[in-house]
């Protein structure tokens, strides 16, 4: 079930993912008086936590630097109250999906009922950032359906990784600098996480003393036997909704058309769509 879990990641992140990359989900966040990409960003992920300050945030988000979740929280709320980032986000989602999906309804009516279904098998005990998402109202329409039990699941993953992290004894940069050094590209990562030349060399001298990289970040054997065994934490934590075997094909097709919205390489870790159901 682990290696169904990862099949799965990689159909519904996409779906997921056009919230972030969607000229929709931007105009929906703009037109809700969140102009810039990272107030929508930080005021639609974070708005089913309610009006929360940048601690949480920090803490359940894990990978960004305290200093950029600071500029962008509490402040946000006094622009979009959380009510109004959540209908922003699901209106400009569901535009998006509208697009890229046209005229599919009842094939997307179809993959939201499989998604809906997983998202009723979880458990999100522990997982405050899916617990806060699946609290709210599951859509009627099937393009907000479609997306909103995407963004429980990918949550609900997210969730169960941090964890795994942490239990790995990584902090936020950290955990940027060992993908940097397997396979995402510095320059792809720690810009938009917010992270300082200064923070980033330290976190690698830390990784380095343990073994994990070499001084000038490269991962050592070590470090891709610890990295994995983080990814293999974090597809078994998310492996109980997929009980049953997924119709992968009819999921693939609709994860396609959103995947071309991605930029490749991706801070997300999303492989491109040639190897996103291996």
Known sequence: MTGTARIMWRLFEPIHSVTYFAPEARAAFEEAGLRGFWRGYFAGRAAPLGPVAAAPVTASFF????????????GIWELAVPERALEARLAGATAALRRLLPDREAEVATAAEVLAGAVARLDCAGRVLAAADAALPMPDDPYARLWHAATVLREHRGDGHV???????????ESLAIRAGADIPRQTLQPVRGWTNEEWTAAVARL????????????????????????????TAAARPWTDSPPVELLASVAAACAAEMPYPNPIGLPPRSTSTR
């Open 63 to 74: 990978g960004f630097a305290p200093t950029m979740v600071e500029r962008a929280l509490p």
């Open 163 to 173: 964890a795994a992290l942490v239990a790995a004894g990584l902090d936020g940069c």
């Open 208 to 235: 380095a003393d343990r073994g994990w990289l070499t001084s000038d970040g490269t991962i050592t054997r070590t470090g891709q036997t610890r990295l994995q065994a983080i990814e293999d934490a974090t597809d």
